[in-house]
Antibody, heavy 125, light 107 residues
Framework: DVQLLQSGPEVRKPETVLKISCKVS????????MYWVRQAPGKGLEWMGL????????IYAARFQGRASIVADTSTDTLYMELTRLTSEDTAMYYC??????????????????WGQGTLVSVSS | DIQLTQSPSFLSASVGDGVTITCRAS??????LAWYQQKPGKAPKLLIY???ILQSGVPSRFSGSGSGTEFTLTINSLQPEDFATYYC?????????FGQGSKVDVK
């Protein structure tokens, strides 16, 4: 079974750094892109970025460019996300997700099929 | 960047009702749209991808349609376990975005 096991809850002060992890099992880590998605309390889902574990290529959502760093460690099948210069607006549940590709007869689609359990992050002075 | 707008944001319904949620894209996204269900305190669950392809194991009362800029998620005969928040998502190789969500609660 595919499992994504995320690190535990974190409390940080503003202007500090956060680093959370997502340990993958049940499939070959380099087979599928991986994503980070966050959700502020009572709010919707927000895509942060993605990584291709096979070659390490990373794409960030515009608002996180320069502040987020996503790394896929193929030696431990673990995904990491570091976020700097934290503010209270970074208080959220952070999810990792695996994105396999599923194909119809004509088109292939990458989908966020498997999700971690979430890491709750609180930023407060 | 492509934006997705869902409507309605909130919907009250009863068990047995039919429910339709719309997702509009700011530009043509072909059929690269997925729908997710999220319950409180849980990670989202994939329901539909490719605008209309039902994910394995998802009940057939869920269906999706549309292409281009307008998409719909339909739930036929709402069941108690369907009260949740639903999100549409566009995902391509280098970008992704979600709609703001549509909460279906008990009337």
């Amino acid at each position: 079974d595919v499992q994504l096991l995320q690190s535990g809850p974190e409390v940080r002060k503003p202007e500090t750094v956060l680093k959370i992890s997502c340990k993958v099992s049940g499939y070959t880590f380099t087979d599928h892109y991986m994503y980070w998605v966050r959700q502020a309390p009572g709010k919707g889902l927000e895509w942060m970025g993605l990584v291709d574990p096979e070659d390490g290529e990373v794409i960030y959502a515009a608002r996180f460019q320069g502040r987020a760093s996503i790394v896929a460690d193929t030696s431990t099948d673990t995904l990491y996300m570091e976020l700097t210069r934290l503010t209270s607006e970074d208080t959220a549940m952070y999810y990792c997700a695996t994105a396999p590709t599923y194909c119809s007869s004509t088109t292939c689609y990458r989908v966020l099929h498997y999700w971690g359990q979430g890491t709750l992050v609180s930023v407060s002075s | 960047d492509i934006q997705l707008t869902q409507s309605p944001s909130f919907l009250s319904a009863s068990v047995g009702d039919g429910v339709t949620i719309t997702c509009r894209a700011s530009q043509d996204i072909s059929s690269y749209l997925a729908w997710y269900q999220q319950k409180p305190g849980k990670a989202p669950k994939l329901l539909i991808y490719g605008a209309s392809i039902l994910q394995s194991g998802v009940p057939s009362r869920f269906s999706g349609s549309g292409s281009g800029t307008e998409f719909t998620l339909t739930i036929n005969s709402l069941q108690p376990e369907d009260f949740a928040t639903y999100y549409c998502q566009y995902l391509n190789t280098y970008f992704s975005t979600f709609g703001q969500g549509s909460k279906v609660d008990v009337k």
